[in-house]
């Protein structure tokens, strides 16, 4: 069974018909002088009338939709007003129900969420080892090695945001800085 088809391409598709076409009729209305309308130009309203009625559905704005008179002549007037009401009708419909909102952009895919995922399990990883080896340099230099692992760690990750500066976005502030020596209950740990 196929996928629906999303109601904001729909009504995109619908309203560029209706503009394409009252500009059209309300030329030829006014060169026509209330002339009557090519059989074309009906059919083509009727057309239009009838996939915004199999848009709406059963929805309440379906019962304020103008019809076109089946016998008679139908003038380029009668269809650029036919036009204009059933427009106004589709886009109140469209605003109520949000329609008239942009389509939602396509899903991430699995590949590419996939892709993100690998990367951060790569820079995780080079993290971990750039950690490892900060702290073990430093127990062989006889510092400290949760201050040489948290150097390392802020320069792994000053790489990793100028490598990308869309990361980076938001984090302009430096964070705060701890006073050296202070123990668990002066930060409120």
């Excluded at 503009?19 to 083509?44: C, S, W, Y």
């Excluded at 059963?58 to 009401?85: C, I, M, Q, R």
């Excluded at 009708?89 to 129900?97: D, F, I, Q, S, T």
């Excluded at 995922?117 to 006889?142: D, F, K, N, P």
Aim: proline letters at 6%; zero cysteines; hydrophobic letters at 40%.
């Amino acid at each position: 069974m196929p996928g629906r088809t999303d109601p904001r391409i729909t009504f995109q598709n619908l309203i560029a018909r209706y503009t394409a076409l009252h500009a059209d009729l309300t030329a030829q209305a006014k060169a026509r002088n209330a002339g009557e309308a090519p059989a074309q130009a009906v059919r083509l309203v009727r057309t239009l009338l009838a996939d915004t009625r199999r848009h709406i559905g059963a929805a309440v704005e379906a019962h304020a939709l103008p019809f076109l008179p089946k016998n008679g002549p139908v003038t380029a007037s009668d269809l650029a007003l036919t036009l204009s009401e059933a427009r106004s009708v589709l886009e109140a419909y469209a605003g109520n129900r949000g329609h008239d909102k942009p389509p939602a952009q396509d899903e991430i895919t699995r590949e590419q969420q996939q892709s993100v995922l690998y990367r951060l399990a790569q820079l995780t990883m080079m993290g971990i080892e750039e950690g490892v080896e900060a702290r073990m340099a430093a127990i062989a230099r006889g510092e400290d090695p949760e201050e040489a692992y948290s150097i390392a760690h802020t320069a792994f990750y000053k790489m990793i945001l100028e490598s990308n500066p869309a990361l980076a976005e938001g984090m302009h502030e430096e964070a705060p800085r701890l006073p050296r020596g202070a123990d668990d209950e002066e930060i409120g740990a």
